[in-house]
């Protein structure tokens, strides 16, 4: 089965801060199809998880455009651009090409 | 509008099967996959399985042994039945039309 590891597992930020999430899969995500089916959610306290990125860098309708995804073969990175109160939460990288799909540990991301 | 909404019992005993059912609307079992995912009470996310559009199915490897995935296409249901609960399988039992839309989930306990 595919691992995905994110890194970091905890990020402390404040208002307006820019910062990273990378998620690593252990083989490449590329499909046979041509696309590499790479997601990335937001899970905020007591709710169902939400999709922001879908294909590694496409912003699903109603994200803000602070949020942004990049990457290739096994390397991913979201980024958000001036985190917002809202942002807070755990997200979660996960991968549709190969199954059993997987998701990675998830990275919490908390006010500093 | 797209909804999910999970049903089954709140609390099951260890060595029993877990029976839940996914209802949907908005969209058809046929032109979409459906997924069952879990989420230990405090901890990540765990992709459990898949109900193809076309009824084909896949199972995470470390629970294929105990879980079955079925669907009732004129119901607008997707069953899940994992049997040999143990109490490391309390947790909220979500469904989601393909990572995109999700439910509210539902909460198990595996409990005497």
């Known amino acids: 089965d595919v691992v995905l590891t994110q890194t970091p597992p905890t990020l402390s930020a404040t208002i307006g801060q820019s910062v990273s999430i990378s998620c690593r899969s252990s083989?490449?995500?590329?499909?046979?199809?041509?696309?590499?089916?790479l997601n990335w959610l937001l899970q905020r306290p007591g709710q169902p998880p939400q999709l922001l990125i879908y294909l590694v860098s496409r912003l699903e309708s109603g994200v803000p455009n602070r949020f942004s995804g990049s990457g290739s073969g096994t390397d991913f990175t979201l980024k958000i651009s001036g985190v917002e109160a809202e942002d807070l939460g755990v997200y979660y990288c996960?991968?549709?090409?190969?199954?059993?799909?997987?998701f990675g540990a998830g990275t919490k991301l908390e006010l500093k | 509008q797209v909804q999910l909404t999970e049903s089954g019992p709140g609390l099951v005993h260890p060595s029993e099967t877990l029976s839940l059912t996914c209802t949907v609307s908005?969209?058809?079992?046929?032109?979409?996959?459906v997924y069952w995912v879990r989420q230990p009470s405090g901890k990540g996310l765990e992709w459990m399985g898949r109900?193809?559009?076309?009824?084909?199915?896949s199972y995470n490897s470390a629970l294929k042994s105990r879980l079955s995935i079925s669907r009732d296409t004129s119901k607008n249901q997707v069953f899940l039945k994992m049997n040999s609960l143990q109490t490391d399988d309390t947790g909220t039992y979500y469904c989601?039309?393909?990572?995109?839309?999700w439910g509210q989930g539902v909460m198990v306990t595996v409990s005497s």
């Open positions: 996960v991968q549709s090409t190969h199954a059993p799909y997987t």
């Open positions: 109900m193809r559009y076309n009824g084909d199915t």
């Open positions: 989601t039309r393909a990572g995109v839309d």
């Open positions: 083989q490449s995500l590329l499909h046979s199809n041509g696309n590499t089916y």
């Open positions: 908005g969209f058809s079992l046929t032109g979409y996959s």
